[in-house]
């Protein structure tokens, strides 16, 4: 059974840092074309936010380069967002995605982030 649990979302203040983790567990990693984190916002549909290819190349939405980084660790089955320099725009539900065997997405159940005063 292939599982994504995300972690590290919370409440921080504008200008602030958090860093997302998703753990992926139950699928072959040398089956793992890509993974990355989308955004959900209330009212809004899902959108990409960064990708990391298999051979480490990087996708990321205009709205957050420069300020995001995501990365990935196979031995650790992980991948990661850090994220600086939030604004309160970013507000929304994240959701990590593993692509596997170029044709076949797996999500997790989302990890809420709010940046507020």
């Known amino acids: 059974q292939v599982q994504l649990v995300e972690s590290g979302g919370g409440l921080v203040q504008p200008g602030g840092s958090l860093s997302l983790s998703c753990a992926a567990s139950?699928?072959?990693?040398?089956?793992?074309?890509?993974m990355g984190w989308y955004r959900q916002a209330p009212g809004k549909q899902r959108e990409l936010v960064a990708t990391?290819?298999?051979?480490?190349?990087?996708n990321y939405a205009d709205s957050v380069k420069g300020r995001f980084t995501i990365s990935r660790d196979n031995a650790k089955r992980s991948v990661y967002l850090q994220m600086n320099s939030l604004k309160p725009e970013d507000t929304a539900v994240y959701y990590c995605?593993?692509?596997?065997?170029?044709?076949?997405?797996?999500w997790g159940q989302g990890t809420q982030v709010t940046v507020s005063s």
């Open positions: 995605n593993v692509r596997w065997l170029r044709n076949r997405d797996y």
């Open positions: 990391i290819g298999s051979g480490s190349s990087t």
């Open positions: 139950g699928i072959p990693m040398s089956g793992v074309n890509a």
